[in-house]
């Protein structure tokens, strides 16, 4: 029989089981045993945070003051906050671009700075380059935000906790949460991408399972609060649509003292990323989708092993229902053949076809297979129609589509005439041809 508990061991445990217990959502601090209940609510402002009209994802944070002690008086309108972020928008036309990496004449902080790039109805992509800190507290109240850290690094500062994050770092920042950036010392540039009808959802394949291409418990949390019972004047700009807002509280926002949900900020480090791969043939580019967006694929391109018996170069295509664009942040890009450099952006537009630059078809074709792809980017497919911004337009290589001019050039992909018997005799040659079922080392 199991030994019983008596004296000390009885009270310990006891003690243990009145505030240490699996609850079915994360929790942090001081919360009452359930929302909305308990005597607790009368020392405390609750306020929820939710999606679906109280039916979707919800967070409730306990807090020391009412969450709308705003001062009279002190509310407006903001004109001038972020010009780039509202630039004017166009189709994208039959033309790809590659986007240059973006330098401001101004030091901004996050948002005053932020770039709009390539936008569709539900999505928009857009740049920022940090360098001035930001010394009120930001809400955006039309999207959920996702960052990714091409460089730099520093703290995100919420309402549920601070999150500390560096280089490579994704941070998902949900539609309305209040929270404000510490930066670190140095360079910082950062894609953004605003989801407008939902939050970002874990990419998962029905036959692949959970884990791949990542697992949620990548995902890292707040875990501490930091609660601020401070008075003074603290700001809060808010985001609806291209129209800002100021007001003005006399205590600090992070006056949390806990909370408990699951809509909540988090961090995902591009090297939590396993890649899907393929010894024998090309894993397509949705095969690295980590996050889907309503009209938009979040895809990462990881280091990975290049494939054995497969084509190893992507495929030339017509993406007839997206645009596409990448964000370039490390590495050689096998794909690109020298033309695309670091912190640069490509723009693919529907239907126009493109695929490998010469220099790297030929490379293929001539055996010379790397041993692995050295690189990371981000790529963001935007559902069509998208558009490309003027601010972005600027940022436009202006000899990108002339990168593929080799395909006319070079001997070994101009005309002959023939060419076409060539390639029958190659097909006769090797009709009968099959894998082998060991792949090459």
Same mark, same amino acid.
């Given at each position: ?28 601090? =001081?919360? /009452? ?27 409730? $944070? ?21 010009? &780039? ?12 671009? @590659?986007?240059? *990496? @973006?330098?401001?004449?101004? @030091? ?21 380059? #940090? !360098? ?38 994704? &941070? ?13 010392? +140095? ?24 884990? =791949? ?55 995902? !480090?591009?090297?939590?990323?396993? /890649? ?17 967006? /309503? ?29 596409? $664009? *990448? ?10 053949? +020298? ?11 529907? +239907? ?19 041993? *692995? ?35 006319? $050039? ?6 002959? #005439?023939?060419? &076409? @018997? ?20």
């Amino acid at each position: 029989m199991p030994a019983l508990l008596t004296g000390a061991g009885r009270a310990r445990t006891m003690s243990l089981d009145k505030y240490e217990y699996f609850g079915g959502i994360p929790e942090v601090g =001081i919360v /009452p045993r359930a929302p909305h209940v308990g005597p607790l609510l009368r020392h405390v402002c609750e306020q929820e945070h939710g999606r679906g009209g109280f039916s979707g994802r919800v967070t409730h $944070t306990y807090h020391l003051y009412p969450p709308n002690n705003w001062l009279p008086g002190e509310t407006g309108v903001l004109d001038g906050f972020a010009p &780039l972020w509202e630039s004017p928008l166009r189709p994208v036309g039959g033309m790809h671009h @590659a986007l240059n *990496i @973006a330098s401001f004449s101004q @030091a901004r902080d996050v948002y005053g700075g932020m770039a709009r790039l390539v936008a569709n109805s539900t999505v928009a992509m857009s740049v920022t380059a #940090p !360098a001035a800190p930001m010394d009120y507290f930001f809400e955006h109240y039309s999207a959920t935000l996702v960052f990714f850290v091409h460089q730099g690094g520093g703290t995100l500062e919420t309402l549920f906790g601070p999150i500390s994050y560096r280089r490579g770092d994704f &941070l998902v920042v949900p539609k309305g949460i209040p929270h404000r950036f510490e930066l670190a010392a +140095g360079p910082q540039y950062y894609w953004v991408y605003e989801s407008f009808a939902g939050d970002p959802e874990k990419s998962e394949s029905s036959t692949t399972g959970r884990f =791949i291409t990542h697992s949620r418990s990548d995902y890292r949390f707040p875990r501490t609060l930091d609660t601020r019972n401070e008075s003074g004047r603290f700001e809060i700009v808010s985001k609806v649509g291209a129209v800002y807002t100021r007001r003005v509280h006399p205590t600090h926002p992070f006056d949390v003292v806990g909370w408990r949900g699951d809509y909540l900020p988090y961090r995902f !480090a591009v090297e939590d990323v396993r /890649p899907l791969t393929a010894d024998r043939s090309h894993v397509p580019p949705s095969g690295h989708t980590v996050f889907t967006l /309503p009209g938009c694929y979040l895809c990462v391109f990881t280091v990975r092993s290049v494939e054995k018996e497969g084509m190893w170069l992507p495929f030339f295509h017509r993406n007839l229902d997206y645009c596409e $664009t *990448i964000g370039y942040h490390f590495g050689d890009f096998f794909s690109r053949g +020298g033309v695309i450099g670091e912190g640069m952006v490509t723009v693919h537009p529907v +239907g126009l076809p493109h695929g490998p630059q010469p220099s790297a078809l030929k490379a293929f074709m001539e055996g010379q297979r790397p041993p *692995i792809h050295n690189e990371v980017g981000i790529m963001a497919d935007f559902a069509n129609p998208a558009q490309i911004s003027e601010y972005a337009l600027g940022l436009s290589e202006p000899g990108y589509m002339k990168s593929w001019a080799g395909y006319t $050039t070079d001997p070994r992909f101009a005309h002959r #005439p023939d060419r &076409l @018997a060539e390639v029958r005799s190659l097909a006769e040659r090797l009709a009968d041809a099959r894998d082998e079922l060991r792949p090459r080392p």
